[in-house]
């Protein structure tokens, strides 16, 4: 094998797709899928891949430092590509701890492991942290984030993941561990959990269900196809420089009301219902605290330097989306059961 890298989180949403295209794109690279099955996390997103030979899956949670250390004496990786972690900003509002632990601690585990593994005679291996958008705070009507704006993160999630960011710019630069660090803004796809807006709003569309839109609905994300990110994952892995931080965006920003007309009507069109049915199911709730205004991505760097950009536009990521939630009703029974339930009914009481 030509290299072993070790994937963190990959049985959850975005680590899903990365993991599979490493899986499928390099056949001589031994992929190692490190994941504890939170309720985020799901092996049904990989089963297509399960028993390709250059896959395994370890079953291991990134808090469990001795797990963590035996895996990377065990595999000797040459690269992590760390996508693990808490990621829903209202359950770090309700339980910031668990993200503190994890995003936090788990990353520092991780950042030992690699540390006590490669020494300072790290040539050619490579830290890959996968990011956030939300690590800048909040923008007013005008700008975008850069790769140099300051950091303001304004939720638990986000300071948890700000707080990862810093750990590992500080390996790289105290113990000289090469790494990359990626900050993202909001995914959408299939396999994405029914806790974030696109798939909960586009579940209880098909189960004719209130469309809980927080505040005004004036709040905007820019949105990026799940695959593409993958795919920038992918090229900033294997090309972008030691050190260097590059944002990720869709150039495809969105105020979430909008955002939410345009799924009724797209979801009406597919479920056969009169135009406007959908659009009847919103209900304007109470705002989340906190809430970040405006996110919006400048993702000209990593286009420029590396020739990355998104391939497929929201038109078409948005219909594949909603097709995939259409046949893929036993996937969403099973993550919608049990403890999901007791969460809406919390959230949304
Ligand atoms: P997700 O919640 O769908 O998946 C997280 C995965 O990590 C799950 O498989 C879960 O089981 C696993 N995990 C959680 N805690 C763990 C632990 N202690 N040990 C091992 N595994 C653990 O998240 P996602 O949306 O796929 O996000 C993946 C990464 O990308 C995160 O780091 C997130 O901050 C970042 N990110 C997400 C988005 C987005 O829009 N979803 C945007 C930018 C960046
Ligand atoms: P979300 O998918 O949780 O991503 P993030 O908070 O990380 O951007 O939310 C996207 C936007 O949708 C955000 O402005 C909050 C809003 N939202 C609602 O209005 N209602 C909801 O039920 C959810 C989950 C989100």
Redesign the pocket.
């Known amino acids: 094998m030509k290299k072993t890298i070790f994937i963190t989180g990959g049985a959850g949403f975005i680590g899903s797709h990365v993991v599979r295209l490493f899986v499928e794109k390099y056949p001589d690279y031994k992929i190692i899928n490190l994941d504890a099955l939170t309720y985020a996390g799901n092996l049904e997103n990989l089963k297509d891949i399960q028993g390709k030979p250059n896959y395994i899956f370890e079953h291991a949670d990134i808090n469990d430092a001795a797990k963590i250390n035996s895996l990377f004496t065990q595999y000797q990786p040459d690269g992590v590509i760390h996508l693990a972690a808490e990621s829903?900003?209202?359950r770090s509002i309700t339980d910031p701890n668990a993200f503190i632990q994890t995003n936090v601690m788990g990353t520092a585990n991780l950042l030992n492991a690699a540390k006590h593994l490669w020494g300072k005679n790290a040539e050619g291996k490579r830290f890959y942290h996968v990011s956030t958008d939300?690590v800048y705070g909040s923008l007013g009507e005008t700008g975008f984030f850069l790769e140099t704006t300051p950091y303001d993160p304004q939720s638990p999630y986000s300071a948890s993941k700000a707080a990862s960011d810093h750990l590992v710019r500080a390996y790289g630069n105290t113990y000289e561990m090469p790494f990359v660090i990626t900050n993202c803004s909001?995914n959408y796809g299939p396999n994405h959990f029914p806790?974030?807006?696109?798939p909960?709003f586009i579940n209880n569309i098909k189960t004719n269900k209130p469309l809980?839109?927080?505040g005004d609905?004036k709040?905007t994300?820019d949105w990026l196809f799940v695959k593409d990110h993958a795919r920038a994952i992918d090229t900033v892995f294997h090309n972008g420089r030691n050190g260097e931080t590059y944002n990720i965006g869709g150039f495809n920003e969105w105020q979430?009301i909008e955002l939410v007309k345009l799924l009724c009507d797209k979801m009406d069109e597919k479920l056969g219902r009169p135009a406007g049915t959908s659009q009847g199911l919103i209900s304007y709730i109470k705002d989340?605290p906190g809430?970040d205004r405006r996110?919006a991505i400048d993702a000209n760097k990593i286009n420029k330097e590396l020739g990355w950009y998104p391939s497929v536009t929201f038109e078409e990521g948005l219909s594949l989306t909603i097709d995939w939630y259409m046949e893929n009703d036993a996937w969403l029974s099973n993550v919608t059961s049990g403890a999901y339930q007791k969460y809406y009914q919390e959230q949304y009481k």
Not at 195 to 198: C, D, N
Request: aromatic content about 16%; cysteine-free.
């Open positions: 829903h900003v209202d939300e909001n806790e974030k807006l696109i909960l809980p839109v927080y609905g709040y994300r979430n989340r809430h996110y």
